[in-house]
């Protein structure tokens, strides 16, 4: 598939799919020029013969240049099949999954950054990938590739704002805790989720990634291609580096503005020393309804009968 009007991250314009037409298992490879197809085709069909002891007999594709080359055709030593031009019906399975991919891609991909793309396509072939279909019965592709059902309690919505935590070997004292992502899908080789940062432009692996699927926060192309519009609380989507963001005055001056916030909020009222006498006051009974809530939802507590021979411990 290809070339794109919008070069992927990593400066990729073009999608080769490999697919299995029993399993209808695909693999999907991001390249910068056509040229490229050769190469990745043995290091494709290297990894298919090792993980099933089995060799690909046929391979089937369109006349396509990349395809016909002296090399790829020194070097199979498959049977090939060509499809008559301008009949793409001939190779209706890859067609019809080329149209699956880019459909659900154009949905997942929603007012993200075109040059996200790469990274859309990629964790749209690994989800069809566990989707049933009918072609096979009912079942899954990884599952007929496999032979056992995928675990998918893992998956999680794409394009949603992530936390990942910052561990220890790279966080100095003064520096946040988490850093602020947008989640982009799977990575095959890891047990972990792949995130995008804004404010470096790099991919991240991360096996410690929390999501805002609760509150709905996905993330719209105005806030990653205009970082002067964005609210205050998305300090990490910035035109500073990364350094001027971490630094002390940075977050200095977040707290301070929240601090501010807050307290005109809560507007002019003396701290209550008791229930009774923030009772009388809404904004305290909010503040407590609030934080109620979320010790809730969090499952911070678990409800048990008082038991006379233990000691009960108390909450500020």
Not at 135 to 160: C, D, H, M, T
Request: with cysteine; charged share 25%.
């Amino acid at each position: 598939m290809g070339p794109f009007q919008v070069k992927y991250l990593g400066g990729a314009s073009y999608v080769l799919i490999f697919i299995f037409d029993l399993s209808l298992m695909t693999f999907g490879y991001l390249l910068e020029q056509k040229d490229q197809t050769f190469g990745m085709f043995k290091e494709f069909k290297a990894f298919v013969e090792n993980e099933t002891n089995l060799r690909i007999n046929i391979l089937i594709s369109d006349n396509g240049g990349e395809y016909i080359s002296n090399e790829f055709n020194e070097f199979c030593a498959i049977k090939r099949q060509f499809t008559i031009p301008y009949t793409p019906q001939q190779n209706g399975v890859a067609e019809r999954k080329i149209r699956s991919i880019m459909d659900m891609a154009r949905c997942m991909l929603g007012n993200l950054p075109k040059f996200l793309l790469g990274e859309v396509v990629n964790s749209t072939i690994y989800t069809l990938n566990r989707c049933p279909t009918k072609a096979i019965e009912g079942k899954n592709p990884y599952e007929v590739w496999i032979g056992q059902k995928p675990k998918i309690s893992y998956l999680r919505i794409f394009g949603y704002e992530a936390f990942s935590i910052i561990v220890l070997e790279k966080k100095k004292i003064l520096d946040d805790k988490f850093k602020k992502l947008i989640f982009m899908g799977y990575y095959s080789q890891h047990k972990g989720y792949r995130s995008y940062s804004p404010s470096v432009k790099v991919m991240f692996v991360s096996r410690d990634v929390k999501l805002n699927e609760d509150f709905g926060d996905s993330y719209s192309s105005e806030v990653l291609e205009e970082p002067s519009k964005l609210p205050m609380w998305l300090d990490h989507i910035s035109d500073k580096s990364p350094k001027e963001q971490n630094s002390p005055t940075q977050r200095i001056t977040i707290s301070m503005t929240l601090h501010k916030s807050l307290v005109s909020n809560i507007k002019v009222h003396n701290e209550p020393s008791n229930f009774k006498e923030a009772s009388k006051h809404s904004c305290w009974m909010d503040a407590m309804k609030e934080e109620y809530e979320d010790l809730m939802k969090n499952g911070i507590w678990n409800l048990v009968s008082y038991l006379n021979t233990r000691n009960m411990i108390g909450k500020k």
